[in-house]
């Protein structure tokens, strides 16, 4: 799939500078001289080709609260059904399946500490499984940007 210039503007531009604003679209649309609309419907586009995986913020999550990467020793012939209740509860934002006595691994947020202990807390006692608790002791920054060369695509 080729990509025209505004396509590629988006990509390479938005990458690492998300405008954060009441309307980012508008701004993004502003800056490359389309409409808000166009901006969107472009986006959608790219995403459902499978170009983009994902359009949004990354956000330091110690400034917004407290999070935690956990893990589930989860029994084979059950996986989906835990994974179902891991999903359904409060602040669970990534959930997926690992091969590993540990085989289902996700990450949960909550406003502060004590209210993610008291989560995780109720979702162990739900699961009737233990919980592996596994806090962050330093965080890393790993740049996904991606210089791209569109000129060297073939």
Known sequence: MRLDTVDQQLINHYQ???PVCERPYREMAD????????VISRLAVLQQ???????GPVFEHSQAGASLLAAVAAPVEQIDLVA???NSAPGVNHNYAREHLYNLWFVMTAPDEDTLDERLDELEHQLKLPILR???VEGY???LGFDIDWDALP
């Open 16 to 18: 690492r500078n998300l």
């Open 31 to 38: 800056t490359l001289g389309i409409s808000e609309d166009e």
């Open 49 to 55: 080709q499978q170009v983009l995986s994902r359009v």
């Open 84 to 86: 179902a209740r891991i």
């Open 134 to 136: 596994l806090p962050m």
């Open 141 to 143: 920054h790993i740049d």
